[in-house]
């Protein structure tokens, strides 16, 4: 049995249905160091490279997403977003990888966490800005902080897909129940379609007994919800960031390229895009 909850089944699609919106997906575990920003940076890219239109929105206040991302600094943030300051589509910017944008962020966006939280249904807020731009894309990746905090509750709630990537490590099943009984209490209010994208297992290395006997038991416990691919401990992964890009730029050849690669490939099937 999954902890995770299913969500209820969309209804059948009519005759000659209009463009459909984006997918949402909120990149989530509030452990660090699991490769979660590496996983939206990259899937975001191996998505691009197929093609897709991905906007990858930074609502990390570390904004690593932004720096491995080449951004300079400059223009507007998300936190300006969230505050109505600019709309999504002004603080939008290219990353330089074909079909692929950030929505930048930095420090500033710890303040969101404090001045959002009086304001009626500011739970909602991340949704309604993203909502602006949600048709310009096929995938909004977001990008969340390492904690179950207000940022991660609006992308939650702004979110049609949940993608929670999970290290190949011992306690990688640390702190899960506590995702899983958040996503079923965002589930059970605010956003009763939010969907498991899928398990994704980081940081493998298949010369260590554990991280083997670690896969075998995050699939027992995630039962169809785990990706196929699985995402290696891989020396260009870790140098692509400090060069601004995404692993597809520094050396497509390598094992971390190629897994994202079978990973977006993997989504597109499991989202029919």
């Keep these: 049995m999954s902890h995770f909850s299913q969500p209820p089944s969309a209804p059948a699609a009519t005759a000659n249905p209009p463009r459909r919106l984006g997918r949402i997906v909120a990149v989530v575990n509030q452990k660090g160091g699991v490769g979660k920003t590496t996983s939206a940076i990259n ?54 990888f074909p ?45 969340c902080p390492p904690s179950l905090g207000h940022l991660t509750v609006m992308a939650l709630v702004a979110a049609t897909d949940v993608l929670v990537p999970i290290q190949c490590e011992y306690f990688a099943l640390e702190g899960v129940s506590e995702l899983a009984s958040t996503v079923a209490r965002i589930q059970g209010g605010h956003n009763p379609s939010l969907g498991i994208l899928g398990v994704l297992l980081t940081m493998y290395d298949d010369r260590i007994n554990l991280a083997r006997d670690v896969v075998r038991e995050i699939r027992r416990h995630f039962p169809d919800r785990v990706f196929d691919t699985v995402v290696p401990r891989n020396v260009r992964l870790a140098e692509a960031p400090s060069h601004g890009i995404s692993v597809l730029e520094y050396d497509i050849k390598s094992r971390g390229a190629q897994a994202y690669l079978s990973l977006a490939r993997e989504v597109l099937a499991r989202t029919r895009r």
């Design 99 to 143: 079909h692929l944008d950030l929505l930048p962020a930095n420090r500033e966006l710890v303040g969101a966490e404090v001045e959002f939280v009086g304001q009626e249904g500011w739970e909602r807020t991340a949704g309604e800005v993203l909502g602006a731009v949600r048709k310009n894309y096929d995938y909004i990746l977001i990008d």
């Design 43 to 96: 899937l975001g890219a191996a998505l691009g490279a197929l093609e897709r239109r991905v906007l990858i929105v930074d609502s990390d206040p570390q904004g690593n997403a932004s720096r491995g991302l080449g951004w300079d600094g400059e223009g507007p943030l998300f936190y300006d977003v969230l505050s109505g300051e600019v709309g999504a589509a002004e603080a939008t910017r290219p990353s330089g």
